[in-house]
């Protein structure tokens, strides 16, 4: 599993500066859980991609110390960090379902999913701007998309500085604290921020993922309770390599009811 992608974090550029971090987010909501430690999530309301008057959109992180997941069987000694993206059904979300939305690879980023087949918007050719998708699956569902297991896309266990060259073959992301300065970037190499690259924090397998992925889903179902559907299903949908995640967190998060 590449735990590197091209979209990973912020790429950013600066000059004369031996540190690159992304900007810190303003405008953040953080609510940190009731019943477990160090458990919290962090969000922001926005109309990025879905410009739909009244439709709301929220992105952000739910984050889980360390040995969160040790109650499933899972060692968990680093910090899970998952991106999420959620949009409102564009028809009377307090009575739509929700479907959850995972790209497979294993490695890849749902925000493919979301920014190139059935998210509420599509990038321009300026890469610079989006349009509108009409054909969204949102407009009948809320959808919540989710950069899954831990270091995939948006997620991350603890942010590095480095380096990508995509003309690399292997495509890895070379950690470099750049105190002999900062490289200069260009289309195909990339300065910037990323997880940690440490194989050993991350899901090892498609059943830990899933066991992951129900802790996720637990915090953000208490900070969202007006999206629980009313009959209390929930769509999982991928694909590729969610051949496999999909049956097994579905019958994972059976079992846990």
Known sequence: MRLSTKC??????????????????????VVKSKTQDGVSISFKEHGICEATP????????????PGVVDDLGVFQNYTINTFFWFFESRKDPANAPLSIWMNGGPGSSSMIGLLQENGPCNINYDSNSTALNPYSWNNEVNMLYIDQPNQVGLSYD?????????????????????TSGVPKQNSTFL????????????ANGTTNSARTLWHMAQVWFQTFPKYKPNDGRVSIWTESYGGHYGPAFAAFFEEQN
């Open 54 to 65: 009244g439709v709301k959109s929220y992105a952000g992180y739910v984050r889980l110390p």
């Open 158 to 178: 603890v942010l590095v500085n480095g380096t990508q060259d995509l003309l690399n073959p292997s495509g890895d992301v070379i950690v470099d604290d750049f």
């Open 191 to 202: 300065v910037g921020t990323f997880p940690s690259q440490l194989l050993n924090s991350s």
């Open 8 to 29: 990973l974090l912020l790429t950013l550029v600066g000059l004369g500066s031996a540190q690159f971090f992304p900007p810190t987010p303003e405008g953040v909501t």
